[in-house]
């Protein structure tokens, strides 16, 4: 195997341990929906502003590298991946359909 290929190999794994690291920090990451905002603009009136479905009007999701610690989880108490925090409601809020 050439240099290049190694040092392609461990840049890669370094990438890999710093974005699981932070993961485990930051586990969430603005909303992809409404950029962070919490509120989407309504485009059939014009104007208006309506919350955010994806987020439930909180502007912040979780990561998929977090969601995928989650599911590797083996401490079966798991005390160091439970979120504290979610942003989501458990019942978030529903558009009245008239």
Same mark, same amino acid.
């Given at each position: 195997?050439?240099?290049? +290929?190694?040092?392609?190999?461990?840049?890669?794994? +370094?990438?890999?341990?710093?974005?699981?690291?932070?993961?485990?920090?930051f586990p969430f990451r603005a909303?992809?929906?409404?950029?962070?905002? $919490?509120?989407?603009?309504?485009?059939?009136? $014009?104007g208006g502003f309506r919350q955010?479905?994806?987020?439930?009007?909180? $502007?912040?999701?979780?990561?998929? $590298?977090?969601?995928?610690?989650?599911?590797?989880?083996?401490?079966?108490? +798991?005390?160091?991946?439970?979120?504290? +925090?979610?942003?989501?409601?458990?019942?978030?809020?529903?558009?009245?359909?008239?």
């Amino acid at each position: 195997m050439s240099t290049a +290929g190694t040092f392609l190999i461990l840049v890669a794994i +370094g990438y890999a341990l710093l974005y699981a690291l932070a993961c485990l920090i930051f586990p969430f990451r603005a909303c992809k929906h409404c950029h962070g905002r $919490g509120t989407r603009q309504n485009r059939l009136i $014009g104007g208006g502003f309506r919350q955010c479905t994806r987020c439930a009007g909180t $502007g912040r999701a979780i990561r998929p $590298g977090r969601k995928v610690l989650e599911k590797l989880n083996t401490d079966p108490s +798991g005390r160091w991946s439970k979120i504290t +925090g979610d942003p989501r409601p458990l019942t978030p809020r529903r558009r009245r359909r008239w």
